[in-house]
């Protein structure tokens, strides 16, 4: 006779099977797509296959159909498609209740999200009404031999990397950040199944209205996410003033320049430019570390560049350890050193 507990593992199990596929959720402001959705796109093919389940896509706005191509070339086999006027403009609810509607009604088991502003909060509000689990800020996913979903983030300030699976629950819920997962390549001849779903609210639901949007700082702002070439200063860079040093190189470069925490702390760049856990994650072709010493924190943002170079005078210095290149000694002479031969190239 099954005990009772074979007979609770029994019932999780097919409450778990119930759920198949692994979704993307494309986040888009006006039309735009972003980057981070194909990223989700690539890694969540691989994980689709090592459960040999569909890899779909949901995509939510007004106008939004073109995206559906887009999530095909980059390797979606389907896409949830909610268009309608309501969904114009993010706001929580709209979108919370239009997700949660799709997942009751199709039941995946993986959903993926970029950790971006708007990433974090659908996911968060998505994972709470549907009582599952989320895990954020993922920089690893991978299935294990029961099926479930592996999500290792950097946890304790990124000194460990913790391994979170939801073994009880569906859907499996993760945040990623932009530029942790490779880009997939495009292919433009790919096609798939547009699935359309009517939208489940009305404008007179939403208590939140867009009145007006402003844009924040112009057409000036820097991307760091986005640059090939990078020049990070760290405390080693001593005051502010220092920083137009960087500047310079970075101009050189056709780059831009970035900063630990520590220089961000002490006043000398804007949070924008923060590489590192509680800053932003980097991708570059190069990336410049100067006086900066290699903090878990700074290398989870930054060790997946194409080429490290860094500048220190602490021959021990752990940036060492993620470094194509190191020159060990003084930044004050080596960066304008350096500025100066690239400039006569
Ligand atoms: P330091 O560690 O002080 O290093 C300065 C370096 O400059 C030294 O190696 C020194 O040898 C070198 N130097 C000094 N003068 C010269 C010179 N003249 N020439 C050459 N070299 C010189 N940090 C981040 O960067 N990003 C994050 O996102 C981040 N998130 C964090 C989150 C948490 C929860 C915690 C606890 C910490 C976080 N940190 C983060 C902080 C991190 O632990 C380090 O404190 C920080 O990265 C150190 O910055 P730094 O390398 O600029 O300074």
């Given at each position: ?22 979704w993307?959720f ?32 949901v995509v939510m ?19 949830y498609?909610m268009?309608?006027?309501?969904l114009?403009?993010?706001?929580t609810e709209a979108y919370q209740k239009s997700l949660c509607a799709l997942v009751e009604k199709y039941?995946p088991?993986?959903i993926?999200m ?5 990433g974090?909060?659908l996911a968060?509000v998505v994972a709470?009404v549907l ?40 859907p499996?819920m ?23 779903e009517?939208v489940p609210v ?144």
């Amino acid at each position: 006779e099954p005990s009772e507990e074979d007979a609770e593992e029994a019932a999780l199990k097919k409450k778990l099977s119930a759920y198949s596929g692994v979704w993307v959720f494309v986040e888009q402001t006006e039309g735009e797509a972003a980057k981070v959705s194909w990223e989700l796109l690539g890694k969540g093919k691989e994980l689709a296959q090592a459960r040999k389940c569909p890899l779909c896509a949901v995509v939510m706005g007004d106008g939004v159909e073109k995206l559906c191509a887009q999530a095909f070339g980059y390797g979606a086999e389907k896409v949830y498609l909610m268009d309608a006027p309501v969904l114009r403009h993010y706001r929580t609810e709209a979108y919370q209740k239009s997700l949660c509607a799709l997942v009751e009604k199709y039941k995946p088991e993986v959903i993926l999200m970029g950790a971006t502003g708007l990433g974090r909060d659908l996911a968060g509000v998505v994972a709470t009404v549907l009582a599952t689990g989320l895990t954020a800020d993922c920089t690893g996913l991978s299935i294990d031999d029961k099926g479930n979903l592996m999500q290792t983030r950097p946890a304790f300030g990124g000194n460990i990397m913790a391994t979170i699976v939801c073994d009880k629950f569906r859907p499996q819920m993760s945040t990623v950040r932009p530029h942790v997962m490779p880009m997939p390549d495009f292919d433009p001849q790919a096609r798939g199944e547009i699935v359309r779903e009517p939208v489940p609210v009305a404008e007179e639901q939403v208590l939140v209205k867009v009145l007006d949007i402003l844009m924040d700082g112009g057409g000036s702002k820097v991307d760091i996410a986005g640059a090939e070439f990078i020049v990070s200063g760290g405390r080693g860079m001593m005051a502010k003033e220092n920083f137009s040093m960087l500047e310079e190189l970075a101009e050189v470069l056709g780059g831009v320049v970035g900063a630990s925490r520590s220089a961000v702390d002490a006043g000398w760049m804007p949070p924008d430019r923060q590489v590192g856990q509680t800053g932003k994650t980097v991708r570059p072709k190069v990336y410049i570390a100067c006086g900066i010493s290699g903090a878990i924190q700074h290398l989870v943002g930054m060790q997946d560049s194409d080429v490290v170079i860094a500048i220190n005078r602490d021959p021990e210095a752990p940036i060492f350890e993620v470094a194509s290149y190191g020159l060990v000694g003084d930044l004050f002479k080596i960066i304008p050193a350096l500025t100066t031969k690239l400039r006569a190239l």
